[in-house]
Structures are given as structure tokens and as C-alpha cells.
């Protein structure tokens, strides 16, 4: 399908074909302390309700001022939910939780260092530290409502305790993964514009102390060389009494948050109320071209369908010992290690480490001594727990009721593994399907109202209504058996807004598809392209496949191929570069790097891991190849276009198919030998 579009091969041609599997059914004591269990939910969310449903979700916040339109679609397709309610994100999240709450723990947050204990912050503490940086960024840093700033940290509460302070004045906060580059940052910031940019010393990662505060150095300087200025870096200490990055600080541009605190020390800053409709954060996202891609996420809207979600898919009640072990740099832990769960005045959990570090055990050892209840990870991280310690969990007192899994297809085997020995066989499963761009879980079956069905996420949750198109625009159901192109019918509240200063690249990459009249200010002409292949079965439960663009999802985190083939061509010697995904057993898919070379150069190891190491400086680890092929010449069509898909076959060791049409089929033979050897 995509193949035909771009001539090229996508992650949906690579995807597993599952049979059919069993339904298993909740627990009845699952069932009886659900928040969700009236099956006529879906009926409520029904097309004729919408968009009058949501308010469903936004009366789950607290409100400065009720809304005057649920849903404005006057500059369709930028999306206005909740127009002219006015509200604050930091308030819903902290604030409202202290007349009943103030005394619970809002935050843990584990230490990688098991000798170090786990930190307990309660709301109270939460409300103090938050106002103080508040207090910082406005009468040192000189931030205000509408401005952007770039925060690059790692797991630590710093990072959700700044994201609030942000959200607190109306500042946008651009959360940079903290596994990416200095140079991935200044890209960051460059498009985003900020002057100011948050960081940390360091922090403990895989048993060693990175220094994170380098990277600062590199995004600022490479900003700076594209123009944009950071004026204040200011650097959190992983511990306040202690600097402990080797990089220096610059004088007169970092300045040392934990230092500057001392003069911050009780200020309490009222929340700024904030229209629906003024952006929250912005989150980076991979796209077809090498350029990322600033998500813009609203702050009425969003928290709304973050908190929604929360509450009904993932059950959380405040009482809950709730662990995400995801990446608050991604959207998974904006939506739901952060907003989401601290809206719902829950316990959220804050792992600073490697799930698997020192042992296969710690995920279980902190589940025990927290008494965790509600789980959530990817199924890289369950591959990987599986791997390395399969009978492990079984060694540890503590009970999950609910267990969630998102990012990429889970392979049904690994969810039986998943579902037997990390739930025991007592907590519900529920695979989300979503993305960066939707802000919140699109399909899922609701834990207690629908059964599991291992492989596929699940129907549309409540008020979304995906529906799959073939090229073509006609929809398959069930009965063609076919995949297609997965499409949402209707705007939901958590949808971006835009993409930051591209609202012609939101258009044409989300919704030009599929669009039945561009002028039209109606909705149902609009349906939203989500980039995904996937089926959907008889009961309406569907199975996403992969990207049909240029995307590769590693690990669950989506790579543009653009973006490491533009970092390869940055190597002197290199003269074209293709990469291919490649099915991977832990981690889904890695990405597979062919090169070739301007005239005089020589192919050597050390020019390939040099090729390597150049993709990890631009982008970071997560994108190291799996391998750096040189080869003489790429496969290309008469046209000269780069024949992706054959190298991915190759990769893949598939069937390459017919290459006689191709300028230059002798090479095919060559590129196999060399592979497969
Ligand atoms: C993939 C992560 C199958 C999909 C929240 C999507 C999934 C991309 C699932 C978004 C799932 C996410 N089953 N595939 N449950 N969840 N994906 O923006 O290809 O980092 O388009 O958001 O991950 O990745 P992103």
C-alpha cells in the first residue's frame, strides 16, 4: 500500500501477521471497583452526541470560567475545543488535590543508586517547589505567559516540578528526551525559538554518572550559529548541595536553579489562568522529512483527555500506587506520568534508571515497596524483562490490577508472558494505540466494559471513531479483511493544535488525505491521517501494523529514516545514505544504514563506525544503526530514486521481488552477498 505511494518500503510491510486469539476476561474484582462500568459509555460518545460528549472529560477539571463553544471549527482543521473557558493545568494537578490531599505522596521518585532511598513528595511539597520555580523563571529568567522554553532533563522530579512551574504561568515547555544530543536539542530550540534552556548536571544511568550538562554546551553553541540566542541556561544539580558535571559552568549565562532557589524561598505565584486554547508544551515528533516536528498541544483540551483517559482506561483512582515506566521526555510521560495521573490526585511513580539495572529484579523490588498497583510499559521493555529474567516477578510480593502497554504491536506471545507472570494472571491488560499528536490512548478496550484480545489494541475508545481507508478513499471493514490507512472520523479534545510556525505541514501531512472539502468548516470533512496500517477485525477491535511513512519506531520511539540519513550524509566521505527498518526481536525494529561513497574514498571499519557514532551525535543512541553498510552503489529506479525497499528486503532477508526494472540490477546480487555473509 504505502509501497505504492512511495515506491518505498514502511514498517507495516515488515509487521507480523497474527491469527486470531481468545478473548480473556477481567477479574470480577477488577470489575467492582472500576471507574468505568456502564457498557452504555460508547452510546453516550456515540457520533450524534459528539461533540457535546466531551464535556464529560473537561468536568473532571476545575475551571476558572465554564467554556462559551464546546468545539470551534472556524479555522478548521485547527481544532478549538472548550473555546473561551479559561483554566490553569498547574492548578488541576496540584493545587485542588491540598484541601483532601496534601498530606499524600505525589510524587515517588527512585534513585537508578538501590542504596539510595526513595523519595516521597506529597502534594504540599509538590505545591512549594512548583511555586518557587515559578517564581524563579518569572522574576529571574524573565518568562512569561506565551513564551517558550526548552527543557532538557532527564528522570528526576526537576523535570515534572518544571514542567508545572512552566504550565503555572502559561510558559510552553519543549521537554527534549534527555537520551538525545546536544545537537538533536539545538534543533529544538532553534525552531521553537527559546531563549532559555533548562538542564541538569547529570544523572545515574546503566550504573554510571552521565554528564548531561555537556550537552548544553553543544545545543547552545549550535544555536547560536543558526541564529537563535539562549541567554540563560540554567542547570538543576541531580543533588542540591553538589555540582557534579565535569563541563564547567559558563559565568554570565548558567546559573545554578538549586543556588538561585535560596532567593525563591517561599513565594507562592498565582496560577495564570489560561484560555482552553493557549498551547500547554510543545513535543517533537518524527515525519516524513528530516525536519522534527513541534507538536502543539492546547491546555484545556489536552489535560481534559489526558485526565479522561486516565480515570476511565487506565483506572486510576486516587488511592493508587500508579507506575509508568516510560520517559517523561516522550509524550507517554507528559500524558501520563505527569497531567494525567497528578489531575486524578494520584501517586505517580518516577524511575530515574534502566529497568533491568542492577538485575532483573528491580522493576519488581520498587512495585513491592511502593505497592504498586497500576503498571505501564512498552513491549521493548517487556522483551527485554522476559529475556533476562523470565521466572523473576514470581520471587516478589506485590499485585498489579491493571497493566498497560503502548508504543508498538505486541506480539501475542510476549502479552501471554506479560499478561502470566508480571500480572500473575489478576490484572487487566490494556494496549493503547496512540501517538504523539493525539495527546491521549485512541484505541484500547476499556478495562472492565470490554474483553482483552491479545495483539489488538482494542475498538475507539469512547468519542473516537476510527474508520480505514484503502488508497482511494472507500473504507474496508471488517468483512475485505484488507489493511488500510487508519483514520479518526472526528476531532477529539486531546489532538494537537498544529505543528509550531507549520500550519501547512499540519494540513497536508494529517488531513489533506483524506479531506472531502478543504474550504469546509465542518468537521466531518476533516478526518484526521494517522500514519499507521491497520485492520480491523469483526468485533471492531482493531490491530495497528506499523507506519506507512518514513518512520521507524525503535523501541517504541519513532526515528525518521530522513533524520538519520541526513545525519550520515553529514560525514565527508559519504555520498548517498538509505535506511531501512529491520525487524528486531527485543526491540521491534532497529534501523539499517547503507552508504555509499564519493569517488576516492575507501570503505573501512573505521569509516562505518565513524558513519555510526555521527548518526548517534545528531540524534543520540537510540538511533545507532544496527549496521553501517558501504556499499559500491544503491538500487535505483531509471529515475534515479533510491530503491528503499529492496534494501529493507534484503535486511530482512525477504524476498527482494522483481529488480529487473531497476538502472542498475547487477548491484542487488552484490548488496545480497555482502549482507548475508
Ligand atoms: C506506534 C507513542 C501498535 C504507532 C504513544 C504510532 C503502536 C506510533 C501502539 C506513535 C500500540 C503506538 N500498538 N502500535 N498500542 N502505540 N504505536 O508518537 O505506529 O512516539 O503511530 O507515540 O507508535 O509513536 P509516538
Redesign the pocket.
Known amino acids: 500500500m504505502a509501497e505504492k505511494e512511495t515506491g518505498q518500503l514502511s514498517?507495516a510491510q515488515i509487521a507480523v501477521h497474527w491469527r486470531e486469539e481468545k478473548y480473556l476476561h477481567p477479574s470480577t474484582k477488577f470489575i467492582a471497583q472500576a471507574n468505568m462500568t456502564d457498557k452504555t459509555i460508547c452510546d453516550r460518545f456515540s457520533l450524534d452526541n459528539f461533540p457535546d460528549c466531551f464535556k464529560e472529560y473537561a468536568d473532571l477539571l476545575d475551571w476558572y470560567k465554564y467554556w462559551d463553544t464546546i468545539l470551534d471549527t472556524s479555522d478548521a482543521p485547527c481544532w478549538k475545543w472548550f473555546a473561551g473557558g479559561k483554566i490553569n493545568a498547574a492548578y488541576n494537578c496540584v493545587d485542588r488535590h491540598l484541601d483532601k490531599h496534601k498530606n499524600k505522596t505525589a510524587i515517588h521518585f527512585v534513585s537508578e543508586l538501590e542504596s539510595e532511598r526513595i523519595e516521597h513528595i506529597t502534594y504540599q511539597e509538590l505545591y512549594v517547589r512548583v511555586n518557587e520555580v515559578a517564581a524563579l523563571l518569572q522574576d529571574f529568567a524573565g518568562l512569561k505567559k506565551g513564551d517558550t522554553v526548552t527543557l532538557h532533563l532527564p528522570m528526576t522530579p526537576d523535570l515534572p516540578i518544571t514542567m508545572l512551574a512552566c504550565a503555572r504561568l502559561g510558559i510552553i515547555h519543549c521537554e527534549v528526551f534527555g537520551g538525545f544530543s546536544g545537537r538533536a536539542c539545538a534543533d529544538r530550540i532553534i525552531d521553537s525559538k527559546s531563549n532559555v534552556l533548562i538542564t541538569i548536571d547529570g544523572y545515574h544511568r546503566g550504573g554510571r554518572f552521565i554528564d548531561h550538562k555537556k550537552n548544553a554546551d553543544t545545543a547552545v553553541n549550535l544555536a547560536k550559529k543558526d541564529g537563535q540566542a539562549v541567554d540563560k541556561v540554567l542547570v538543576w544539580h541531580r543533588y542540591p548541595e553538589k555540582y557534579l558535571s565535569p563541563t564547567p559552568m559558563v559565568e554570565g549565562r548558567d546559573y545554578s536553579i538549586n543556588d538561585l532557589l535560596k532567593n525563591y524561598r517561599g513565594k507562592r505565584i498565582e496560577p495564570v489562568q489560561m484560555l482552553a486554547e493557549d498551547p500547554l508544551f510543545l513535543m517533537y515528533?518524527s515525519g516524513t522529512t528530516g525536519k522534527p516536528k513541534g507538536c502543539q498541544h492546547s491546555t484545556g483540551g489536552y489535560l481534559a483527555y489526558a485526565t479522561g483517559t486516565s480515570k476511565y482506561v487506565q483506572d486510576i483512582h486516587p488511592e493508587d500506587v500508579y507506575w509508568c515506566m516510560a520517559d517523561i521526555g516522550?509524550?507517554?510521560g507528559h500524558s501520563y506520568i505527569v497531567y494525567g495521573p497528578l489531575a486524578l490526585g494520584a501517586s505517580t511513580v518516577i524511575y530515574e534508571g534502566v529497568p533491568t539495572y542492577p538485575d532483573a529484579g528491580r522493576c519488581w523490588r520498587i512495585a513491592e515497596e511502593l505497592d504498586v498497583n497500576i503498571f505501564h510499559t512498552a513491549p521493548t521493555v517487556i522483551r527485554a524483562l522476559r529475556k533476562v529474567g523470565p521466572d523473576e516477578p514470581a520471587k516478589y510480593n506485590y499485585h498489579f490490577k491493571l497493566m498497560t502497554?503502548?508504543?508498538?504491536?505486541?506480539e501475542p506471545e510476549v502479552w501471554r508472558w506479560y499478561y502470566k507472570v508480571i500480572g500473575k494472571s489478576e490484572a487487566v491488560i490494556v494496549?493503547?494505540?496512540?501517538?504523539?499528536?493525539t495527546g491521549g490512548f485512541l484505541c484500547s478496550t476499556m478495562p472492565a466494559t470490554n474483553l482483552m484480545k491479545p495483539g489488538s489494541?482494542g475498538p475507539g475508545l469512547p468519542g473516537i471513531h476510527p474508520v480505514i481507508y484503502d488508497e482511494d478513499g472507500n473504507e474496508l471493514n471488517a468483512e475485505t479483511g484488507a489493511a488500510g490507512n487508519i483514520c479518526i472520523r472526528n476531532p477529539w479534545p486531546g489532538a494537537f493544535q498544529t505543528i509550531w510556525g507549520d500550519r501547512d505541514r499540519y494540513v497536508s501531512n494529517y488531513y489533506a488525505r483524506y479531506c472531502k472539502n478543504k474550504d469546509s468548516k465542518d468537521w466531518r470533512d476533516w478526518p484526521y491521517l494517522?500514519?499507521?496500517a491497520a485492520m480491523v477485525a469483526k468485533d471492531g477491535y482493531f490491530r495497528?501494523l506499523?507506519?506507512i511513512d518514513d518512520v521507524i519506531?525503535v523501541s517504541?520511539?519513532?526515528l525518521g529514516t530522513k533524520e538519520i540519513e541526513s545525519a550520515s550524509l553529514d560525514i565527508v566521505e559519504v555520498a548517498e545514505a538509505a535506511v531501512v527498518p529491520v525487524a528486531d526481536d527485543m526491540k521491534g525494529t532497529v534501523p539499517d544504514l547503507y552508504v555509499s561513497l564519493k569517488p576516492g574514498y575507501e570503505p573501512t571499519e573505521e569509516l562505518a563506525s565513524r558513519i555510526s557514532e555521527g548518526v548517534c551525535e545528531a540524534i543520540g543512541k537510540i538511533a545507532r544503526p544496527r549496521k553501517v553498510w558501504i556499499v559500491n552503489d544503491m538500487p535505483k529506479t531509471r529515475s534515479g530514486k533510491i530503491m528503499r525497499r529492496i534494501l529493507g528486503a534484503i535486511s530482512n532477508g525477504k524476498d527482494i521481488g522483481d529488480a529487473s526494472t531497476l538502472a542498475n540490477p547487477e548491484i542487488v546480487e552484490e548488496i545480497k552477498k555482502k549482507v548475508s555473509n
Do not use: F, K, L, S
Not at 502497554?405 to 505486541?410: F, K, M, Q, R
Open positions: 514498517e515528533t516522550w509524550i507517554t502497554t503502548v508504543g508498538e504491536p505486541i494496549d493503547t494505540w496512540w501517538q504523539t499528536e489494541a494517522a500514519g499507521d495497528i506499523g507506519r519506531n517504541g520511539h519513532r
